[in-house]
């Protein structure tokens, strides 16, 4: 088995960069919103806002993970997410090193500043803080906040990546 060539390394080591970049600036905005929303807006106090025909602001603490599954209000629950949450974020972290191109990266990114932004959240309240209320003709959307949406983009961009990638030519066709 043959060494990686020095530029394979470099392309990786750059990836890795834009990944962790990308992963820090939803995480500075994800926790940005949620720092305007508990300590300017006051949204615990207020209850919901009115933002757009189609969007409140409303307060929900979530105690359990997509879609409030795995609620529990035990002492231990929220560090028990925290945990599973950041060894999630390991693997991506790995995964993210290893990743060969720039959409894969993308992806990793978003989710992995997604998942740390709600473990922060986790282990500062014992509950996540979602707030995005999006509505249209008397139904609602689940509630969710800016780490909840780049999760879940990161999540369908890792989908429609693998989906539409053009195969890789296997050796001795052609």
Not at 4 to 9: C, D, K, L
Not at 68 to 85: I, M
Request: proline share 4%; aromatic share 10%.
């Amino acid at each position: 088995m043959s060494p990686t060539p020095p530029a394979q390394h470099a392309g990786h080591g750059a990836r890795l960069r834009l990944g962790l970049a990308l992963a820090a600036a939803v995480l500075a905005l994800d926790q940005a919103t949620k720092w305007w929303i508990l300590e300017i807006i006051r949204l615990p106090e207020v209850g919901r806002v009115h933002v757009l025909p189609f969007m409140n602001l409303t307060m929900v603490w979530n105690r359990g993970v997509t879609f409030g599954l795995l609620a529990g209000d035990a002492w231990w629950h929220a560090y028990a997410l925290a945990a599973v949450a950041l060894a999630v974020a390991g693997f991506l972290i790995a995964w993210l090193a290893r990743a060969e191109d720039r959409w894969t990266v993308i992806a990793l990114g978003l989710v992995l500043g997604g998942a740390i932004g709600n473990v922060i959240d986790r282990l500062r309240f014992g509950a996540v803080v979602d707030f995005v209320d999006l509505h249209a003709f008397g139904w609602h959307w689940y509630v969710f906040n800016v780490a909840d949406s780049a999760i879940v983009c990161g999540v369908g961009l890792l989908l429609a990546h693998a989906l539409m990638r053009p195969k890789p030519e296997r050796k001795g066709e052609g």
